[in-house]
């Protein structure tokens, strides 16, 4: 079995709803590639609000905060100026700190672009790796 | 009576809520000053789209587009990470091809930024002043 | 005399070179309005750097940071991908810690937008007005 | 012999220097992740420029322009505001429409992030892939 399947079948994927306007796109006519990395984002943390650790919450009284470490991201077709997008997390084996999550953006159900974000968990001083809150922990693992 | 008094009973404003990420914010912590301006632009094309015009309807259908002449902003107060915002538009005084609007960046009934937008309907492909069509003329002065 | 005269026969502009790329135009084939902003900002913290006051000096040594109160812009013609621009910065009357400069997006000696951003110096942590350092202000108004 | 070495040995990188504005930044007082990308293309394209081709002259004359087709990037120390950053460019086994680059955003000689972009000559208006202009392949693989 491949690993991704089970994942696939156990935990279906937050998604959330954006449109595309002028900013957002390039002389190209389509959607400017580093912007898919804020999509990807207002999706991660919309996903955090929902599971109740809005970024205020997180920063304030847990003091982490979500670092990047690494993302890899594959462009498959491009979104274009007001297209209605839909942006998923799903959440891969979650360690000590790290949180990688899987991510698409999608137009109806055509995947545009496919990404993978290693999220480190860091402390919102330092900024070093901090263990993931169990309170947090349990809302998103679940 | 101002002149504002009679426009502001008459014509309710649109009202577009936006959640404040950390791309929207800067190293001092607060709403990057040239963002506000990406969240009047979201606001004025939701406004359009409830309006039955999206960005699409425009330049494919309609064969305009609308660019921004002119603009004017006070920032008053600072929007932070994570504040859901509320951004309003307001038609002004509808010329041939101008469309001025009065727009505000809100939390709750607090007021951060105050701007007025002076935009002008454009030909999509000479970028020329072009009459705003009628329909979408009577369909956002009403 | 106009009020702005003398200011200009006294006071050379200072003049940032800018390239645009795809990330700075957007889907209409020009800049990105929002974008000039950007371009602006850039411009004033290099005329402070030239000045001898770097982002970090500002901000760790002498704890303000300046922040924008209000801005005006009009937009004459598009920039366009490619374009090299200058951006010029031109003090106005500086206040006890209002600062505001008039700016101007060119290319060649064509001026694609006209500027004026009040900013405000602020202290670094409560983000409340604070006087212009007076080694800042010999520097600047020289 | 890693593959990377002869490579590395044989073809010095392109580098641009770039300073880091509030604009880059957010609210946890680093270089906001996505911003990276915009650096890594400005250097890209400056690559490209000092060989001869500037984005007008791709697009127009040569008909084609570079598109993302899948990128990754590792983020190891974050980049601060005020810093000045060097992107370099290093080119990879260019395929037909394929170019494979490398680039690192380096601080001094601190590696700050490290990225592996694949970039594909598309057509400029079928955004079709199109064999790499023969004039411009001499000029880059040299």
Redesign the interface.
């Known amino acids: 079995m491949r690993p991704g399947a089970a994942l696939q079948a156990r935990e279906p994927a937050f998604s959330l709803p954006l ?1 595309v ?3 957002d ?6 959607v ?4 898919y ?2 999509f990807l ?2 999706a991660r ?2 996903w955090l ?1 929902e599971a109740g650790f ?3 919450k997180l ?1 304030e009284e847990l003091k982490v ?1 979500f ?9 498959r077709r ?1 979104a ?3 297209d209605l997008l839909h942006v998923t997390v799903r959440l891969d084996q979650v360690g000590r700190s790290r949180v990688p999550v899987a991510q698409e953006v999608k137009r109806d159900h055509e995947v545009l672009a496919q990404a993978r974000v290693e999220l480190a968990c860091v402390d919102v001083l330092t ?1 070093k790796p901090a263990s993931l809150p169990s309170e947090l922990r349990r809302a998103i693992i679940g």
Chains 1, 2, 3, 4 share one sequence.
């Open positions: 449109r306007y002028y900013q796109t390039d002389a190209g006519g389509v400017y590639h580093s912007r990395l804020d984002e207002r943390y919309e609000r809005g970024l205020r920063a905060i670092v990047v470490r690494s993302l890899s991201i594959e462009f491009p274009r100026l007001d900024l």
